[in-house]
């Protein structure tokens, strides 16, 4: 399975992006996905997941905020995220969970909110 991230750039603090990560290869095998981010000198973090069912988690810094979304029939995942803060500034990943029990990475995507 490949994935590949869009829709990062640059948006002034409360406006919005959405984020796509478009999959190919065995999709089939795909369990779930989620986006993590990274900030500068911060560990990685899971930002949201979804599963093949559609059942959806989110950290508590992006509740009410962010939304995922799945397009099964398109093998893509957005990431709709509104009211955006400064400390959402980051690389964006996309991840899929596949049913041999391993996981695959986008190559990311930035995101940088200016104050």
């Known amino acids: 399975v490949q994935l590949v991230e869009s829709g990062g750039g640059l948006v002034q603090a409360g406006g919005s992006l959405r984020l796509s990560c478009a999959a190919s290869g065995s999709t089939f095998s795909i369990n779930a996905m989620g986006w993590y981010r990274q900030a500068p000198g911060k560990l990685r973090e899971l930002v949201a997941a979804i599963t093949i069912g559609g059942s959806t988690n989110y950290a508590d810094s992006v509740k009410g905020r962010f939304t995922i979304s799945r397009d099964n029939a398109k093998n893509t995942m957005y990431l709709q995220m509104n009211s955006l803060k400064p400390e959402d500034t980051a690389v964006y990943y996309c991840?899929?969970?596949?049913?041999?029990?391993?996981?695959?990475w986008g190559q990311g995507t930035q995101v940088t909110v200016s104050s």
């Open positions: 991840n899929a969970w596949l049913a041999t029990g391993s996981d695959t």
